[in-house]
């Protein structure tokens, strides 16, 4: 799932991708690198950033659908927002995933969800969007709440009739935690597989990363790679990320590794940039 934040704001993409034309091209690019999911975002969750309206939100992310959808770029548009309003409009313009950051703060986000037939991702969150609170972020067993909540909230979109393989979960790393917090989640990532949904992983480049190396976003590649490793791990099944071609060949080296996915692998005759017939020999022959 690539990053598209349409936003002037983003803490990394600093506005780069806003307006019809960037979007469309960040999109295109991003499925050349092995994108399936494009993660189209109108409103920035830093606590320093201001709320915005749904209808300046919207205002960003429909056209930037519609771009994409026209211009035939193949690939799922997920939207993240957690105002029903946003997702009603994005979802009627092609998109077809909501990813709500708030864990359903808006009551008629899941029914609108459902009246498109769409997916949704309902991530944890203690505490509001747009605010920082660090004392407010004590947890007794963080893996235990985080499981608690998101059993909640799944069984309320199913009741608003969002299908149940339709839903997929995330923890919210760094949404109201502290980074001791987000270190546990990756630690005791697997248990979140209790709850049966496939698990959103999104870690990249984000300020826990930064405050442990006291590095800025533009300089958390690696760590940002070593976190989506042990999501992987640990059972995430979509990895949202700035960096995809680097993300993509971290995943296909985890996969590559597999008894049935070894054995299928199409390997090159020897490594690009060596010397012509330095491929590898024939095996021995068995007498």
């Not at 059972?235 to 680097?246: C, I, K, N, Y």
């Amino acid at each position: 799932m690539g990053i598209l934040n349409v936003t002037p704001d983003s803490f990394y993409d600093q506005g780069r991708y806003r307006g019809v034309d960037a979007a469309r091209e960040r999109a295109a690019e991003m499925v050349a690198r092995g994108a399936s999911i494009i993660d189209i975002g109108g409103q920035s969750y830093a606590h320093w950033n201001p709320r915005i309206a749904a209808a300046e939100e919207r205002g960003r992310v429909v056209p930037a659908v519609e771009a994409i959808v026209d211009a035939g770029v193949d690939l799922a548009l997920s939207i993240d927002t957690f105002k029903a309003e946003v997702a009603d409009a994005a979802l009627a313009a092609g998109a077809h995933l909501i990813n709500d950051c708030s864990g359903l703060s808006d009551p008629r986000l899941a029914e609108t969800v459902a009246r498109h037939d769409a997916a949704l991702v309902v991530m944890h969150l203690k505490g509001e969007l747009n605010l920082r609170s660090a004392e407010s972020y004590i947890y007794t067993d963080a893996l235990a709440e985080i499981v608690e909540f998101l059993y909640e909230r799944t069984e309320r979109a199913k009741a608003a009739g969002v299908a149940a393989e339709s839903i997929a979960i995330d923890p919210g790393l760094e949404f109201g935690k502290e980074p001791e917090t987000d270190l546990e989640i990756l630690d005791r990532f697997g248990e979140l597989t209790a709850l049966g949904y496939p698990i959103l992983f999104a870690s990249s480049r984000k300020s826990f990363i930064g405050r442990l190396f006291n590095r800025p976003a533009k300089e958390l590649l690696v760590p940002s790679l070593a976190t989506a490793g042990l999501g992987i791990t640990a059972g995430a099944r979509m990895l949202r990320v700035h960096d995809v071609a680097e993300t993509v060949q971290l995943a296909r080296m985890y996969a590559a590794v597999g008894p049935r996915r070894r054995r299928s692998e199409a390997f090159a005759p020897r490594m690009p940039g060596t010397p012509a017939g330095a491929g590898n020999p024939a095996p021995p022959r068995t007498v």
